[in-house]
């Protein structure tokens, strides 16, 4: 069964500081991963997702993902944080394309300081 | 492009009682999901629809969750009789196809008293 590990359910950087949002996963095949970002009160939003194409993926709002199989990890990175990005962001997987469910990690919390 | 609909935003029920929720997927999506979201953890799927038939329901309590999606378009999810544990964040998604991409509503949030 494939599952997702987010570690740190809170992280706090300051505002133009390096964002950095840790994503472990298990998967019995080459799995696609993504993150999402979610506000308050909003549903979720796709940042960005890997499907075996780059390693390096960049997504919306400056942020990239780097996608290494032999540490199975997908950490989310953004180089200068903005108040904006204070959200919760989710790292998910899921199987080949035919398997369409993701499983979501718990969340990160990410405060921005002023 | 209009993105996925949701209503009712909040709901607040006795224990017991009935809710449903509602849900517009984005026009030309034939997979539609619901996810419940507890406080504090991931989105869980609890039922996957491929246009208007079930393709994975097996996290849905049955005994009390219910789900229908007439015409492969809206879906309705459903909770008889709500239990104090049912209280979360409901999510709709839906998708085109692979590779899986999903758009998600704005979600609803039950708190059951």
């Known amino acids: 069964a494939q599952s997702v590990t987010q570690l740190g359910s809170h992280v706090s950087v300051s505002e133009g500081a390096l964002v950095l949002l840790r994503c472990n996963y298990s998967?019995?095949?080459?799995?696609?991963l993504f993150w999402y970002v979610q506000y308050p009160n909003q549903g979720l939003q796709l940042l960005l997702k890997y499907t075996s194409a780059a390693t390096l993926v960049k997504g919306i709002n400056g942020f990239e993902a780097e996608f290494k199989k032999s540490e199975t990890s997908f950490h989310l990175t953004k180089p200068s944080a903005h108040m904006s990005d204070a959200a919760e962001y989710f790292c998910a997987v899921s199987g080949v394309p035919s398997e369409t469910q993701l499983v979501f990690g718990a969340g990160t919390i990410l405060r921005v300081k002023s | 492009e209009a993105g996925v609909a949701q209503s009712p935003r909040y709901k607040i029920i006795e224990k017991r009682q009935s809710v449903a929720f509602w849900c517009n997927p984005i026009s030309g999506h034939a997979t539609l999901y619901w996810y419940q979201q507890i406080l504090g953890q991931g989105p869980k799927l609890l039922i996957q629809?491929?246009?208007?038939?079930?393709?994975?329901d097996s996290q849905l309590p049955k005994d009390r969750f219910s789900a229908e999606r007439l015409k492969g378009v809206d879906s309705t999810l459903k909770i008889q009789p709500a239990k104090l544990e049912d209280s979360a964040v409901y999510l709709c998604?839906?998708?085109?196809?692979?590779?899986?991409?999903?758009?998600f509503g704005p979600g609803t949030r039950l708190t059951v008293l």
């Open positions: 998604a839906s998708s085109s196809g692979p590779p899986d991409t999903q758009y």
């Open positions: 629809f491929q246009n208007n038939g079930v393709v994975d």
């Open positions: 998967s019995s095949v080459p799995p696609y």
